[in-house]
């Protein structure tokens, strides 16, 4: 792979990181929709964890730096604790998580079109 390349996929990884730390949310509880201003939305799906997971549901997030995002049509937040790039291996971790919620693993579609695996909890009601 060229130096080009290298730098581009290393870019690649790093934009994928950023969208889904904007994709964090306010680490209280979620009261309203956010307002859609500068906010980005992504899909979650194939999930599974505990006894009434839903198979997939959207996330919606302000710009800001927590891991939270809003969980879209709810009062739940959705706060991540790992993220990895299926076809690489590479992954962000949050913490510390302290084993108090059921974790709940879902897909989604990174903004360069890879494949990405997502752990987190819901938190709020």
Known sequence: MTTVGRTL???RFVVVVGCLAIVGAFTGTANAEPTGGMSITVLLF???G?????????????????????????TYLFKRTL????ATGE???????????????CNAIA????????EGFFTGS
Do not use: D, R
């Open 9 to 11: 996929g290393g870019l």
């Open 83 to 86: 993220l990895t790039v299926v």
């Open 50 to 74: 505990p006894a009434g997971t839903p198979t997939s549901f959207e996330i919606q997030k302000e710009q800001n730096p927590s891991v939270a995002a809003h969980v879209v049509g709810t």
């Open 91 to 105: 992954t962000v971790t949050w913490g510390p998580y302290n084993g108090s919620q059921p974790i709940i693993t």
């Open 111 to 118: 903004p360069s079109g890879q494949l990405i695996l997502v």
């Open 46 to 48: 194939n999930c599974s």
